[in-house]
């Protein structure tokens, strides 16, 4: 599966952007899916994740803030985010894995198969 991240830009403190991914997959429907993102020297973190069956979940740092959804029709995956903040400035990362069990966070990168080549965000 490659992924291929886009919406990334530069935007001022309290403004939003939406981030897409493209899966090349006929069998998208199938994928777990999540967001990352690594800033200069610290870890890759994970955002937001969605399950196959729906499911959402999110880390504390972006709750009510940013929202994820899956098109299984479109084959994307989308990250919207609001309220932006400057410690929200980072490289984002898709990452899908199939079949993921019923009780998958996808908090952790080792979760995942298969990742994007990312997509900068800055709040400046």
């Known amino acids: 599966v490659q992924l291929v991240e886009s919406g990334g830009d530069l935007v001022r403190p309290g403004g939003s952007l939406r981030l897409s991914c493209a899966a090349s997959t006929n069998t998208y429907g199938s994928y777990c899916m999540g967001w990352f993102r690594q800033a200069p020297g610290k870890e890759r973190e994970g955002v937001a994740t969605?399950?196959?069956?729906?499911?959402?979940r999110y880390t504390d740092s972006v709750k009510g803030r940013f929202t994820i959804s899956k098109d299984n029709a479109k084959n994307t995956l989308y990250l919207q985010m609001n309220s932006l903040k400057p410690e929200d400035t980072a490289m984002y990362y898709c990452a899908a894995v199939q079949y993921c069990q019923p009780w998958w966070s996808g908090l952790l990168a080792s979760e995942y198969t298969y990742w994007g080549q990312g997509t900068q965000v800055t709040v400046s």
């Open positions: 969605v399950h196959r069956l729906g499911r959402t």
